[in-house]
């Protein structure tokens, strides 16, 4: 699947190259899926604590104790990761990167 951003102004947006690492890590190639997108390895772990958090409150019915909102200051970091490494991938020293061209 073609990435319009990509194809409009010949930038690697963030997301470049997610559906082909997400296909290679169903297929269990992690070095592959890495090539493809290698944020996906560092916001999955910021992540998983949260969802997490989300089942233990959904199996113990802890709904109205504790609520589910993630504090503010973590979608900044994300967004902040998420931004450097949309302009890093598209600097020519750190092309590697780069999602890697299927063939």
Known sequence: ???VFHK???FYCPGC???RCLVSLINL???QAFRYNPLIFVLLP???PYVLYLYFIFIFDLEDKITKKIPNWIWYVLLVITI???IFRNIPLF???APT???
């Open 95 to 97: 092309n590697y990167l």
């Open 84 to 86: 450097i490494f949309g």
């Open 29 to 31: 190639d992690f070095y």
């Open 1 to 3: 699947m073609p990435c």
């Open 17 to 19: 190259g997610l559906t």
């Open 8 to 10: 409009i102004t010949g």
């Open 46 to 48: 910021l992540l998983i």
């Open 101 to 103: 061209i299927v063939k």
